[in-house]
């Protein structure tokens, strides 16, 4: 009987030394937590530039645009734009002049102006929205074209319509 308990305390001993190991996790190397790839540039860093028009309301003079430089990094500081907005006729019911039909266009240039007529905000990176202080259009104005130019340091994107 001497011999049972004996071994029954060696066995429960040898079972509890056993069962007290701890892993050592301080030995596994730490990662560096991992960054996500930069998604902005700022306006004078950028060497390229795209606009792509989200939104017009051309009746209030607002028109929203998302801008994107190098590798499609959307542009952030933004604030040199020139916007204009076309006001047009229905088609055929206009006299013409030099085979031209009649326009109307509204517009601020915060590139060469001094004084900017226009609000710009941006909502979020890289995207913006233009709204010119005051609007004035004819009662026949039908349809609205939009050109816009942006101008940074490294950058130019030159004033042209948007379809």
Not at 57 to 78: F, I, R, Y
Not at 118 to 128: C, H, Q, R, V
Request: glycine share 8%.
């Amino acid at each position: 009987m001497k011999h049972t308990k004996l071994y029954c305390a060696i066995g429960l001993s040898s079972v509890l030394l056993l069962g007290c190991g701890s892993d050592d996790d301080d030995n596994k190397p730490v990662e560096p937590p991992v960054e996500p790839p930069v998604s902005t540039i700022g306006i004078n860093d950028t060497e390229t530039l795209s606009v792509n028009l989200t939104t017009v309301d051309a009746e209030k003079g607002s028109v929203a645009l998302t801008l994107t430089g190098d590798d499609e990094k959307l542009v952030t500081d933004a604030g040199a734009f020139n916007l204009i907005l076309m006001g047009y006729p229905k088609e055929g019911g206009s006299s013409v002049k030099y085979k031209l039909g009649w326009h109307q266009a509204n517009h601020s240039n915060c590139i060469a102006d001094v004084d900017c007529t226009m609000a710009i905000t941006e909502l979020e990176s890289g995207k913006y929205n233009l709204e010119l202080d005051s609007v004035e259009w004819k009662d026949a104005i039908d349809s609205y074209r939009v050109a816009v130019e942006v101008k940074g340091e490294k950058a130019h994107l030159e004033l042209a319509f948007l379809d």
